[in-house]
């Protein structure tokens, strides 16, 4: 796990606050039984398989080939059986992943953070690489609905995070700068991105997941979001 910093004093109070959905919102330890059940048993590939998902998102982004958040899932959840000499049908792998997925509860400190965040004020938007209906039925699921302004999916622009462009275009959605924003994630990839966008960042230190070292270093590295609301909500940034 990364260490732990304190909040860049440097950082306003931001006009919107970005969050990520998946693992950074939502916990995808429920995925494991019905992902490992098509995988043979092994409860270990459920990380293989979300990251081979994203990696392949990228490869649609920068070939200009654009192809459904859902449909890259189903793709690399097969790539992933085959490494194990497997051999798992579409059907088999859209019942494995997306009743799962749309099914997600929210980590435990992620209600109670967002409380406190839309009770002192805060515009709260998440930007998912989910599909638009995806995310609604997530947050519908999780309790999560309520507390969010905005939902923005690059499902409208077909660019997947971490390009520059999403973040880009989630701005102009907005209608504010770069550094009137705050990007959250438990993604070392997406702050990067965030980051590299122009934008305030907060990586949320969830287990096993890391900065990315060679990228620039974000304005919070914190271990849950209770500790990014006490960060946000004291008398100096409310």
Known sequence: MPNISQANSKVERPEVIFFDVNETLLDLESMNKPVSQVLGGDESLLPLWFSTMLHHSLVTTVSGDYQDFGKIGVAALQMVAKNKGLTITD???????????????????????????KQAGFKLVSLTNSSNAGVKAQFENAGLITYFDQR???????????????????????????????????????????????????????????????????DYVLPDLTSLADKLTTSGNE
């Open 91 to 117: 059907a088999q792998a859209k019942q494995a992943i997306v009743p799962a997925l749309l099914s997600l509860p929210p980590h435990k400190d992620v209600i109670p953070a967002l409380k406190r965040l």
């Open 152 to 218: 923005l999916s690059i499902e409208d622009i077909k660019v997947y995070k971490p390009d520059l462009r999403a973040y880009e275009w989630a701005l102009q959605q907005l209608n504010i700068r770069p550094d009137q924003a705050l990007m959250v994630a438990a993604h070392g990839w997406d702050v990067a991105g965030a980051k590299a966008a122009g934008m305030h960042t907060a990586f949320i230190a969830r287990p096993q997941k890391q900065l990315y070292p060679l990228a620039e270093a974000p």
